[in-house]
Antibody, heavy 121, light 109 residues
Framework: EVQLVESGGGLVQPGRSLRLSCAAS????????MHWVRQAPGKGLEWVSG????????GYADSVKGRFTISRDNAKNSLYLQMNSLRAEDTALYYC??????????????WGQGTLVTVSS | SYELTQPPSVSVSPGQTARITCSGD??????AYWYQQKPGQAPVLVIY???ERPSGIPERFSGSSSGTTVTLTISGVQAEDEADYYC????????????FGGGTKLTVL
């Protein structure tokens, strides 16, 4: 059974940093691209960042480019999102999502349950 | 930046057909995907590659594409179909970037 379990969310002050993790199991992690998607309270889904199977291709939404860094450790079956210079508008539930291809087709067949990030003073 | 445009809301009575559209300039060149999200739950894929249905998704869900618009059709809508629906695709600029539509709230009257 495929499982994606996010962790690392919490309450953080504006300008500070936070690192999210996603532990994957039930599939061959290094065969697939992975993504982070967020959803602000009461709002829609926003693609945040994606990474190909071998970290050779990485992308970011314009709203987080230069502040967030995605990475993966295939030996640990884990996906990460380093979030720096956090802003109030980064407050959201952050989902980890599995792609169906190694490079990245942006087709997400499995999602975690999300970890909540709240940016507030 | 690339955008996908959906109507904010669609309302239908039980048993009727609901159609939710998604427009984007790159949709003739990029596949679109549809996700259903119910309150407090993670999204679930209901249509991929414009019109393919994953296993386990009821046959009343279908997808189509015409030019710059893709459409999710739910035939014989049931109360349980009330949810938010999001289209998704890839940015066409050649950069590694995904995009979601703004979402459509389907209300079953």
């Amino acid at each position: 059974e495929v499982q994606l379990v996010e962790s690392g969310g919490g309450l953080v002050q504006p300008g500070r940093s936070l690192r999210l993790s996603c532990a994957a199991s039930g599939f061959t992690f290094d065969d697939y691209a992975m993504h982070w998607v967020r959803q602000a309270p009461g709002k829609g889904l926003e693609w945040v960042s994606g990474i190909s199977w071998n970290s050779g291709s990485i992308g970011y939404a314009d709203s987080v480019k230069g502040r967030f860094t995605i990475s993966r450790d295939n030996a640990k079956n884990s996906l990460y999102l380093q979030m720096n210079s956090l802003r109030a508008e980064d407050t959201a539930l952050y989902y980890c999502a599995k792609d169906t291809s190694d490079y990245g087709d942006y087709l997400f067949d499995y999602w975690g349950q999300g970890t909540l990030v709240t940016v507030s003073s | 930046s690339y955008e996908l445009t959906q109507p904010p809301s669609v309302s239908v009575s039980p048993g009727q057909t609901a159609r939710i559209t998604c427009s984007g300039d790159a949709l003739p060149k990029q596949y679109a995907y549809w996700y259903q999200q119910k309150p407090g739950q993670a999204p679930v894929l209901v249509i991929y590659k414009d019109s393919e249905r994953p296993s386990g998704i009821p046959e009343r869900f279908s997808g189509s594409s015409s030019g710059t618009t893709v459409t999710l059709t739910i035939s014989g809508v049931q109360a349980e179909d009330e949810a938010d629906y999001y289209c998704q695709s890839a940015d066409s600029s050649g950069t590694y970037k995904g995009v979601f539509g703004g979402g459509t709230k389907l209300t079953v009257l």
